[in-house]
C-alpha cells in the first residue's frame, strides 16, 4: 500500500460531513453562496471571476511592496520560462481592476461588481485564517461620492441581518484622508516613533520606515501607551476630506447604523484612502476582524487605467461562516424530499424510472442501489434525511402502485395508484 499523501498545511477540504478541524461542511458553504446570490442582486452588483494566478507585478504595484502580504506571505513561482515571475492572488481587489482596466470596462459607465473565490496567503494557520481562504468582494468602481461609502457599509448590514449576526459584530471607521496628508501624518509618525526605536518590537522596527501606519494596529500589548500617544492622522486631514468623513457619518446615522470611530484603523494593504473600516468580533479569538474595506481612489491610475474613484471590501468566508455557525441563523438543508427504494426482480429498472418522473417534476430525489432488506433501505432513507419514502416492491409492481410513506410528518403511510403520486407528494408537500 503506497504511503498517504496529506493536504497542504493550511489548506481545507470541504467535505459533506463536519471534520474535525473544519466543522463548515459543503452543503453549508453552498447555502452561504446561494444566500450572496440574492444578495448581491438585491444591490445590483454583477459578477467578475478572474484567474487564481496573476504576474506578480501586480501585487507589488497595488497592494505595495514593503507590506507584510508582498514581502513575506505571497505564494510566488517562475513561469516554466524562466522569465516571467507569477503569483497566486492573495486579495481579490487588484485582479477585479486588472480585469477591468484590461477590458475598458469604466469607458461605458460606472461598475458595480463583485467576486468570490480562492485566495491564497501564506501565513501561520489559525481558527478561521487559512492558507488557502476564500472572500466575497464588494467593489464600487468610478463612483466618488460619500453616499457610495455609506451604500457598501449598508450592504454588510444588510447581510448580517440576513444570517442572524448583527449582535456580534461592531463597525469601525476611519478616515485615511489623501495622498498629501497622510504623507505629512507620516512624516510626524515617523519623527515621533523613532523617540521609542528601542522600545518597539522587531515587526514594528521593520514597519518603521517602510510601512509606519501598520505600527499603529499593532496588537502588542507593551506597546498600547506608545500607540496611544502617537499623532492622529485625522489631526492631518483638510476641509474637502474631513467633509467627505463627516458626510460617510452622518449617512450611516440616518440609517440606522452604529459605529465606533478608530483612528489606529489603518488596513493592511497601500492603496487605502479617506474612508476605511471593519467588521469586528469577540466571537472569534485574536483574529477579531471579519470584513474590511475602504476607498482606493488612486489604483486604477496606478494600474494604467484612467482615474476613477473607487471603494471596495472583501470579508473571510471560512471566519464568516465560523461565527455564523455558532450565532448565526444559515441553515443548511441538502437532504433529498424523496428517497427511492425497491426490492424484487426489476425493481431496480422500476424505481429509476420513477425518480426519473419525480426529478422533472421538480422533486430531489435520492434512489437505493443495490439490493438489501427492506428494513435496511429505511434507515438508509432515514440517515438521508429525505421527507418522503417511495417503496416498490412486487405487490406494487404487479398492480401498478406505489407506496409513499411521510418520514417526518404526520402523513403515515398510504399505497396508490401510480399515476398519483406526483399530485399526492405536492399535496403533503404543502
Avoid at 515617523?190 to 514594528?204: A, I, M, N, P, R
Avoid at 472569534?284 to 482606493?296: E, F, I, M
Amino acid at each position: 500500500m503506497g504511503q498517504k499523501i496529506q493536504s497542504v498545511k493550511g489548506m481545507n477540504d470541504l467535505l459533506p460531513v463536519e471534520q474535525k478541524d473544519f466543522k463548515i461542511t459543503a452543503a453549508y458553504w453552498q447555502a452561504f453562496e446561494n444566500l450572496i446570490q440574492n444578495w448581491t442582486k438585491r444591490f445590483a452588483y454583477q459578477q467578475i471571476r478572474t484567474p487564481i494566478v496573476e504576474q506578480t507585478g501586480l501585487f507589488v504595484r497595488s497592494i505595495g511592496e514593503e507590506t507584510d502580504v508582498v514581502g513575506k506571505e505571497m505564494y510566488t513561482f517562475s513561469d516554466s520560462n524562466d522569465t516571467l515571475s507569477l503569483s497566486l492572488r492573495p486579495e481579490g481587489t487588484a485582479s477585479c481592476l486588472r480585469a477591468v482596466v484590461e477590458h475598458s470596462l469604466l469607458h461605458a459607465a460606472p461598475q458595480k461588481l463583485w467576486y468570490m473565490g480562492p485566495m491564497f496567503r501564506r501565513e501561520r494557520p489559525q481558527k478561521g485564517r487559512y492558507r488557502q481562504f476564500h472572500q466575497v468582494g464588494i467593489e464600487a468602481l468610478g463612483f466618488a461620492e460619500a453616499d457610495v461609502d455609506a451604500e457598501i457599509i449598508a450592504m454588510c448590514a444588510d447581510l448580517w441581518k440576513e444570517l442572524g449576526i448583527t449582535d456580534y459584530l461592531t463597525l469601525e471607521i476611519n478616515s485615511l484622508g489623501n495622498k498629501e496628508e497622510r504623507a505629512a501624518h507620516r512624516s510626524a509618525l515617523v519623527d515621533y516613533l523613532s523617540g521609542f526605536y528601542e522600545q518597539l518590537d522587531e515587526d514594528c522596527q521593520r514597519r518603521l520606515h517602510t510601512n509606519p501606519l501598520r505600527v499603529l494596529d499593532t496588537k502588542n500589548p507593551a506597546l498600547q501607551d506608545i500607540v496611544n500617544q502617537a499623532p492622529r492622522l485625522i489631526d492631518y486631514l483638510g476641509e474637502e476630506s474631513l467633509q467627505h468623513y463627516q458626510t460617510v457619518k452622518n449617512f450611516l446615522t440616518g440609517l440606522g447604523i452604529d459605529f465606533v470611530e478608530n483612528p489606529r484603523l489603518v488596513r493592511g494593504l497601500d492603496y487605502y484612502n479617506h474612508t476605511v473600516f471593519e467588521w469586528t468580533t469577540d466571537k472569534l479569538g485574536a483574529q477579531a476582524t471579519v470584513c474590511g474595506g475602504g476607498r482606493y481612489d488612486g489604483l486604477i491610475e496606478e494600474l494604467g487605467g484612467k482615474p476613477a474613484p473607487s471603494i471596495g471590501f472583501a470579508m473571510g468566508i471560512e471566519r464568516l461562516l465560523l461565527l455564523v455557525r455558532d450565532y448565526g441563523c444559515l441553515k443548511a438543508n441538502n437532504a433529498p424530499d424523496v428517497f427511492v427504494m425497491q426490492q424484487g426482480e426489476g425493481g431496480a429498472l422500476v424505481a429509476m424510472r420513477y425518480a426519473t418522473q419525480l426529478r422533472q417534476a421538480g422533486f430531489n430525489v435520492a434512489q437505493f442501489s443495490g439490493s438489501a432488506k427492506l428494513k435496511n433501505q429505511f434507515k438508509r432513507a432515514d440517515d438521508s434525511g429525505a421527507r418522503f419514502a417511495l417503496i416498490i416492491a412486487e405487490s406494487e409492481m404487479e398492480n401498478n402502485q406505489i407506496t409513499l410513506k411521510d418520514l417526518r410528518g404526520e402523513n403515515g403511510q398510504i399505497t396508490i395508484a401510480a399515476s398519483e403520486l406526483i399530485s399526492q407528494l405536492n399535496t403533503w408537500s404543502k
